[in-house]
């Protein structure tokens, strides 16, 4: 839709149309369209948009761009294989432990980035997330864009990192057989920091940049 339209609308919890047509907006939008996010009328009432949809048939809670349920919560806490359910809890605080660790401005990041973007919360970096999978990716982006750092985040559905080689930003790879600066995976052994323990397997991170 061409931006100005939405203020052609009325907002289905207000009674009246606001004259003055002001809705915020929050998300993926540019100057013609909202690809997803929200917009919220001076009132408060929040109406989430997806797929460039705006769903005016369900008010939604300022605060959640996206329903509970759309999210499945299950790839956002996935575990890396080979790692049982008893160890989500310390698998979510070793993820804790590796983005507080994260101190460059911008990050391409490959493997399960879901868990990733969920631990990392409300950031000021930038990430370039990379993944085969596109489910993932839309889970991803609407936990960025719960979190109201969508800005923050650029997604790319491919197999690994697609960078130009006169880049040297820094790669993630998160418990994935990519090459990478930067490592997360299980290993009995490592030379690396280790970030949780599961039993004889740990959570271990290997920097590979000089
Ligand atoms: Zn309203």
Not at 16 to 34: M, R, S, T
Request: aromatic share 10%; proline share 3%.
């Amino acid at each position: 839709m061409k931006l100005d339209i939405i203020n052609l609308l009325r907002c289905p919890s207000c009674d009246e149309a606001d004259p003055e047509g002001k809705y915020e907006l929050v998300g993926d939008y540019n100057q013609e369209k909202i690809f997803d996010g929200h917009i919220t009328c001076r009132n408060g009432h929040s109406w989430q948009v997806r797929d460039e949809i705006l769903r005016f048939h369900k008010e939604s809670h300022p605060e959640v761009l996206y329903d509970k349920l759309e999210i499945d919560e299950n790839r956002v806490n996935m575990l890396p294989d080979g790692l049982d359910e008893q160890y989500k809890r310390r698998f979510r605080e070793g993820m804790l432990k590796f983005v507080e660790g994260l101190d460059e401005d911008i990050y391409a990041v490959t493997g399960l980035v879901v868990p990733f973007v969920k631990a990392l919360g409300a950031t000021d970096k930038l990430f370039l997330l990379f993944s085969e999978n596109e489910d993932e990716l839309r889970l991803a982006q609407e936990v960025v864009a719960k979190n109201r750092v969508y800005d923050n985040f650029f997604f790319v559905r491919h197999k690994g990192f697609a960078l130009s080689p006169l880049t040297n930003i820094t790669r993630i790879s998160l418990f994935g057989e990519d090459e990478a600066d930067t490592k997360l995976a299980l290993a009995e052994e490592g030379n690396g920091d280790i970030l949780a323990s599961f039993g004889n397997l740990k959570m271990v991170r290997y920097s590979l940049k000089q």
